[in-house]
Nanobody, 121 residues
Framework: QVQLVESGGGLVQAGGSLRLSCAAS????????MGWYRQAPGKQRELVAI???????NYADSVKGRFAISRDNAKNTVYLQMNSLKPEDTAVYYC???????????????WGQGTQVSVSS
């Protein structure tokens, strides 16, 4: 069983910063892509940032230059540094990891439970 546990959300004023963390635990053979998604009320879940196992990154246009994704492979952890936050960044943020477990040839997506980020104007 693989679990992803997020932390670091909260309430911040516009222009402020937050750092999200997501740690994967369980019986893990390999972790491939890791990413952050968000879902605002009444909207669909959208990709925020993704990082490959070789630390290649990709960002949504709306967060480029403000957010930075990174990972610590030794800790099976992905981070999202969010700077210059705007009210429109308010959402529940979810982490995602593509994980291969032992004795399973397939890699599967696992999701965290979500953490609320609220940005006041």
């Amino acid at each position: 069983q693989v679990q992803l546990v997020e932390s670091g959300g909260g309430l911040v004023q516009a222009g402020g910063s937050l750092r999200l963390s997501c740690a994967a635990s369980g019986t893990i053979r390999s972790i491939f892509n890791m990413g952050w998604y968000r879902q605002a009320p009444g909207k669909q879940r959208e990709l925020v940032a993704i990082i490959t196992s070789n630390s290649g990154t990709n960002y949504a246009d709306s967060v480029k230059g403000r957010f930075a994704i990174s990972r610590d492979n030794a800790k099976n952890t992905v981070y999202l540094q969010m700077n210059s936050l705007k009210p429109e960044d308010t959402a529940v943020y979810y982490c995602d990891a593509v994980v291969q477990i032992p004795y399973d040839g397939n890699a599967r997506h696992y999701w965290g439970q979500g953490t609320q980020v609220s940005v006041s104007s």
